[in-house]
């Protein structure tokens, strides 16, 4: 059915909460752009004069193709070589979302993402519809074919899911920014000690690598261990740079409204570390290496201005 130009407008009004709502979802920007084009495809199949709603219509449409990719994609999960991370968003990408509210911010983090995982797939549904865009339960309910008791209770399990893997209080920008510029220091003084004053009793560091880019399959875990990580990481090497196939920069930003470093080589993006940060250190890093999930990374990169690099590895 040839889709009218009000309904293309309509449609393209709708398509950067639909983008953000699928990522959140899927943790993947390429799925929830496939999730946001399927959804298209549905509209575009429509009868839209009997649409009453199309914002309402358009997010019904598109989580029930996000709960059938959630469904597949713990399937491939289990196969998945190493650690699974989410795609990571770089500061002004526009897929990630409403940032009015410390909910909204707080529901695209890296580290949330990452609880996420945990929950089951109506859970992650519930959390995200109603944490992140405010919708109210009736709503999600009409959504997922369930009572408004029914998602309310789904509400606050995953709510307590995700509390009880994130207890950290966050700080400001600016001390976040300080932080990281000690730690960058810290990182590039080949000693352990100044690495293990900056961190939490019990930070970890993962990665992903996807099986194309070698990463260790289990979290470092404990102060020492991940400063002993990191100490190897930044110390320079003909090895390391034969291995990455040059000397990359690294740049300081943010990815997922939380401090990140970003290391770019020839203008690629070939790896972003997400840290969290809290009052007491840093507890956490996170790091995305995969190629196949720094496509948009590397595309946001390109079209933004980031100046020199802090330093250049290797």
């Given at each position: 059915m040839a889709l009218t130009v009000n309904d293309m407008d309509r449609f393209k009004?709708?398509?950067?909460?639909?983008?953000?709502?699928?990522?959140?979802?899927?943790?993947?920007?390429?799925?929830?752009?496939?999730?946001v084009q399927d959804t298209f495809l549905r509209w575009q199949a429509a009868d839209t004069e009997r649409i009453e709603v199309p914002e309402a219509w358009l997010t019904k449409v598109l989580t029930h193709l996000c709960l059938n990719q959630l469904t597949s994609a713990r399937a491939r999960r289990e196969t998945y070589v190493g650690q699974w991370l989410p795609e990571p968003l770089l500061a002004g990408d526009p897929m990630l979302g409403p940032a009015d509210t410390a909910e909204q911010r707080e529901s695209v983090s890296y580290a949330v993402l990452a609880l996420m995982e945990r929950l089951t797939p109506n859970e992650r549904v519930v959390y995200v519809l109603r944490e992140a865009?405010?919708?109210?339960?009736r709503r999600i309910a009409e959504i997922l074919d369930i009572t408004e008791a029914a998602s309310q209770q789904i509400f606050h399990r995953a709510k307590k899911h995700v509390a009880e893997g994130r207890t950290r209080t966050e700080v400001d920008g600016a001390a976040a920014r300080r932080i990281v510029d000690e730690f960058l220091a810290a990182a590039t003084s080949g000693r352990t000690e100044p690495l293990v004053r900056l961190l939490?009793?019990?930070?970890?560091?993962?990665?992903?690598?996807?099986?194309?880019?070698?990463?260790?399959t289990k979290a470092f875990e404990g102060a020492l261990a991940v400063a002993t990580f990191i100490r190897g990481l930044f110390k320079p090497g003909r090895a390391k740079r034969a291995l990455v196939g040059g000397s990359p920069g690294v740049?300081?930003?943010?990815?997922?409204?939380?401090?990140?470093?970003?290391?770019?080589?020839?203008?690629?993006?070939?790896?972003?570390?997400?840290?969290e940060i809290g009052t007491d250190g840093i507890a956490?890093?996170?790091?995305?290496?995969?190629?196949?999930?720094?496509?948009?990374?590397?595309?946001?990169?390109?079209?933004?201005?980031?100046g020199e690099p802090l330093l250049v590895m290797f």
């Open positions: 009004a709708a398509m950067p909460r639909l983008e953000a709502i699928a990522y959140r979802l899927l943790g993947s920007a390429s799925d929830a752009e496939d999730a865009f405010g919708h109210p339960h939490t009793g019990d930070a970890i560091a993962l990665g992903d690598g996807g099986g194309k880019v070698p990463a260790r740049f300081v930003t943010t990815a997922n409204n939380t401090p990140a470093l970003v290391v770019v080589l020839d203008g690629r993006v070939i790896g972003v570390m997400c840290m956490a890093f996170r790091s995305q290496a995969n190629p196949d999930k720094l496509a948009r990374a590397t595309r946001h990169w390109a079209a933004s201005d980031h």
